[in-house]
């Protein structure tokens, strides 16, 4: 990955208020694998502080970071996919069966439509001004957390929602 691109990651994060200790995870030679990594390991952070910016994913990872589950602006369809994050204005067709255990992270504008069915535990944080449609079969358990002006439709049996009284984490 280009060195200005982690030079200014960095930067951006520190001014809002990242720690030492993950600051010093920002190394001069980084692949997109391992900044992903980090965005996932760290996306309570990301997400409540707005970082990176959407307009900086879309300029510097929109086309690279799908192979680890983070979506940029995409068509997406996937099948028990473990962690994911939908930015910006994805439309999104997410399966959960057997027993998968998964968390999904909808963000900006995105739409979701998520079916989860057999033994299935799958989490669920919206934010902003995203739509979800949730399917429940079979014994799956699903948990969703809603923030800001996040709007959902249940179907079936299973589906615990939690509307938060804030914008983020």
């Given amino acids: 990955m280009n060195k200005e691109v982690i030079q200014t990651l960095k930067e951006d994060a520190v001014s809002k208020g990242l720690c030492a200790t993950w600051e010093s995870?920002?190394?001069?030679?980084?692949?997109?694998?391992?900044?992903?990594?980090?965005?996932?390991?760290g996306i309570?952070?990301?997400?409540?502080?707005?970082?990176?910016?959407?307009?900086f994913l879309r300029k510097e990872f929109k086309g690279i970071c799908e192979p680890y589950g983070i979506f940029i602006d995409d068509k997406v369809m996937v099948t028990n996919i473990r962690k994911i994050v939908l930015n910006g204005d994805c439309r999104a067709f997410l399966e959960y069966d057997k027993y998968t255990v998964a968390q999904?992270?909808?963000?900006?504008?995105?739409?979701a439509s998520i079916n989860v069915s057999e033994h299935s535990i799958?989490?669920?944080?919206?934010?902003?001004?995203?739509?979800?449609?949730?399917?429940?079969?079979?014994?799956?358990?699903?948990?969703v957390n809603l923030y800001g002006n996040a709007k959902i439709e249940c179907i079936g049996i299973g589906a615990k929602v939690k509307f938060m009284q804030r914008e983020t984490y």
């Fill in 104 to 111: 999904v992270f909808v963000r900006h504008t995105s739409k």
């Fill in 122 to 143: 799958v989490t669920v944080d919206a934010f902003d001004d995203t739509e979800l449609v949730v399917a429940v079969s079979g014994g799956a358990d699903v948990s």
């Fill in 44 to 55: 309570d952070f990301c997400i409540s502080s707005d970082y990176p910016t959407l307009a």
């Fill in 25 to 41: 995870k920002f190394k001069q030679e980084m692949s997109i694998e391992t900044l992903a990594r980090m965005y996932m390991k």
